[in-house]
Nanobody, 125 residues
Framework: QVQLVESGGGWVQPGGSLRLSCAASGRIFNPWGMAWFRQAPGKEREVVAG????????YYEDSVKGRFTVSRDRSANAVYLQMNSLKPDDTAVYYC??????????????????WGQGTEVTVSS
């Protein structure tokens, strides 16, 4: 059984930065891709960024392009989300998820088979 554990969340002022980490534990874990989702209060969960087998295979939702960077360390079974220029609208619980293959759409949650429990990010002054 593989578990994903997120860390790095917290409170930050607008314009600040946070780096989220997601580590996998358990049996051998080597999914095709990993992604970060977020769910803001009262809103549906949405994909934020994803990274595929090759590091140049990345996806970013329009709202975070140029501010967030997703990266992956396959040897460490980890994926990261560097978040810069944070805004109050970025406040949410952030989840990492693994997808076993390329699939069709980064946004489709049914293409992910393992999820973490989430880490909370609050952006406010």
């Amino acid at each position: 059984q593989v578990q994903l554990v997120e860390s790095g969340g917290g409170w930050v002022q607008p314009g600040g930065s946070l780096r989220l980490s997601c580590a996998a534990s358990g049996r051998i874990f080597n999914p095709w891709g990993m992604a970060w989702f977020r769910q803001a209060p009262g809103k549906e969960r949405e994909v934020v960024a994803g990274i595929g087998w090759n590091v140049d295979q990345t996806y970013y939702e329009d709202s975070v392009k140029g501010r967030f960077t997703v990266s992956r360390d396959r040897s460490a079974n980890a994926v990261y989300l560097q978040m810069n220029s944070l805004k109050p609208d970025d406040t949410a619980v952030y989840y990492c998820a693994a997808r076993p293959d390329r699939g069709s759409n980064w946004r489709w949650e049914n293409e992910y088979n393992i999820w973490g429990q989430g880490t909370e990010v609050t952006v406010s002054s």
